[in-house]
């Protein structure tokens, strides 16, 4: 027959297996279904448990020292997360993968940009490490996963991007409220000679030049607008209808503008948010175009004449209702 001690130790063993099995679904979920080995060793997770873990497949290798918990794959971030685990400590997502995160990139899979102070640079098996010290302020944390800052996700992808690529993140960023140009000053401040610096000043420097209240691609819409459709009447700008803020609007055509910096939105929230505010506005009577900064580059003629068109004197909606 058991003693009470021996069943008393037994009950606490057992008690700290659940505790630990616990914690560890508990960081599971925050961290997409990715834990580190030094994770794992914080929670209690000996070597041999681990290695009993891998080999009943509760966990799956990714890198070396970071595991899928309970599945082989993971989503998105997941991956993204464990290349940041993989890297060690103080290892943050930048350059494209960064971009991606925060929205203002379209993602992709492989190989996942990640930078840390210490490890030889370059390209292993799906992570492409670059070496750089970074600022305190140049550190955040989005969705749970270490991540350089907006301004600094900005001056990376300017070496990686072209300038084409690199104005499509700077006005995503600008449409989703993450640019802030100060911040953006001080990182090219202390950015020396780095490549594509001198493409995101230009962007800088054109955003820092519009009126007040707008943003760099509401300001090319003005420009065109001047340039192609001088003799017309003004639309209203940034001003609410229905509960949302438009970008250009004719009260007397009940014609809205929606400056858009690509067609596709890569960032799911805000693309829901807009197509939402569509159904509103049509339902209601109104009429919303969307424009992109590269219609407005290329097909700038045949932009002004639709508008020209739709703003005739005699072009008033058939449905419209009185504002």
Not at 34 to 50: E, H, P
Request: proline share 5%; glycine share 6%; with cysteine.
């Amino acid at each position: 027959m058991q003693s009470k001690a021996h069943t008393q130790a037994t009950s606490r063993r057992r008690d700290r297996r659940r505790q630990r099995e616990r914690a560890l679904a508990d960081l599971a979920e925050r961290q997409h279904g990715v834990v580190s080995r030094g994770q794992l060793k914080t929670l209690g997770f000996g070597d041999g448990a681990i290695k009993s873990r891998l080999q009943s497949q509760q966990l799956h290798r990714i890198h070396r020292g970071v595991y899928a918990v309970g599945r082989r794959r993971v989503d998105m971030r997941g991956n993204w997360l464990a290349a940041v685990l993989a890297c060690g400590d103080g290892a943050v997502l930048s350059h494209r993968s960064a971009a991606a995160l925060w929205g203002l990139m379209r993602p992709r899979w492989s190989p996942v940009d990640v930078t840390s102070g210490h490890g030889r640079p370059g390209k292993r098996k799906d992570i492409r490490l670059h070496r750089s010290s970074l600022d305190d302020d140049e550190r955040a944390v989005e969705a749970g996963i270490p991540v350089v800052s907006v301004a600094r996700t900005l001056l990376d992808i300017a070496e990686a991007v072209d300038e084409e690529r690199l104005r499509h993140a700077f006005e995503e960023a600008d449409r989703l409220k993450l640019l802030h140009l100060p911040e953006l000053r001080h990182v090219c401040a202390r950015a020396g000679r780095r490549k594509g610096l001198r493409a995101l000043r230009r962007l800088i420097s054109a955003a820092l030049a519009p009126p007040p209240g707008r943003s760099p691609l509401e300001n090319r819409f003005a420009e065109f607008y001047r340039r192609h459709l001088a003799d017309l009447p003004e639309p209203l700008a940034n001003v609410l209808v229905l509960g949302y803020e438009v970008d250009a609007y004719w009260p007397s055509h009940r014609l809205m503008i929606e400056m858009d910096s690509w067609e596709n939105h890569s960032h799911r929230a805000a693309f829901e948010h807009d197509r939402s505010r569509d159904i509103a506005m049509q339902a209601a009577g109104y009429r919303v175009i969307h424009l992109t900064h590269r219609q407005l580059e290329t097909e700038a003629p045949r932009i002004a004449t639709h508008l020209r068109n739709l703003l005739a004197p005699d072009r008033f909606p058939t449905n419209s209702l009185r504002t």
